[in-house]
């Protein structure tokens, strides 16, 4: 049974910062691109970025592009969303998903497992 479980949100203060990580388990880690997703209340799912099987390639939405890092560590089956200069409009619940398809897919119906999501909540 394939499973991502997020963590690693909370509150925090414009301007701040906040690492999320995603640990894998029930999957091949590195068979699948994994992304990070965010919703915010009466909003669609956004995508938010992306890294290849082997971290050599991120892609990124540009409402975070220079703001938000993703990195992961297929022997630990993590993938990790670093998120720097936070603004209260990055308020959101933010979801890693996998997908086996490339890199740029950032359709949300492209990828094929979710976790459950971790509130971020930025204060002005």
């Known amino acids: 049974q394939v499973q991502l479980v997020e963590s690693g949100g909370g509150l925090v203060q414009a301007g701040g910062s906040l690492r999320l990580s995603c640990a894998a388990s029930g999957v091949t880690f590195s068979s699948y691109v994994m992304g990070w997703f965010r919703q915010a209340p009466g909003k669609e799912r956004e995508f938010v970025g992306s890294?290849?099987?082997?971290?050599?390639?991120?892609y990124y939405a540009d409402s975070v592009k220079g703001r938000f890092t993703i990195s992961r560590d297929n022997a630990e089956n993590t993938v990790y969303l670093q998120m720097s200069s936070l603004k209260p409009e990055d308020t959101a619940v933010y979801y890693c998903?996998?997908?086996?398809?490339?890199?740029?897919?950032?359709?949300?119906?492209?990828?094929?497992?979710w976790g459950q999501g971790t509130q971020v909540t930025v204060s002005s």
């Open positions: 998903s996998a997908t086996s398809r490339g890199i740029w897919v950032s359709n949300p119906n492209e990828y094929h497992y």
């Open positions: 890294i290849s099987r082997s971290s050599g390639r991120t």
